[in-house]
């Protein structure tokens, strides 16, 4: 099952808009969203923190990956995720 959701991430400056689809399997819950031309997932560690995980990705797609977008990514969800 798959429910599709949007999320504004504020990254240099800027309010981006990023659109994600829950995942919901057994006992998990995944987050993924598509941006630089990748797959992110975001799914919660032992620790109850998120974590991203690129799939679907060439090496070369990895390098043009904006860590700090995925860093501010992470950092909403977790807000979004604990109120």
């Known amino acids: 099952m798959e429910e599709s ?4 991430v504020s990254h240099n ?4 808009e990023l659109e994600g689809k829950l995942r919901i399997s057994a006992y998990t819950h995944q987050f993924l969203f598509h941006f ?5 997932v975001l799914e919660r ?4 923190k998120f974590r991203a995980i690129q ?4 090496p070369e797609k990895t390098k043009n990956i904006d860590t700090s977008l ?4 992470i950092k909403e969800m977790e807000i979004t995720m604990n109120e």
Do not use: H, M, P, R
Request: a negative charge; aromatic letters at 4%.
């Open 13 to 16: 400056g800027i309010e981006k």
């Open 36 to 40: 630089d031309d990748s797959e992110i």
């Open 5 to 8: 959701f949007n999320i504004t």
């Open 70 to 73: 995925v860093q501010a990514l």
């Open 55 to 58: 799939i679907n990705t060439s």
């Open 45 to 48: 560690d032992d620790e109850g």
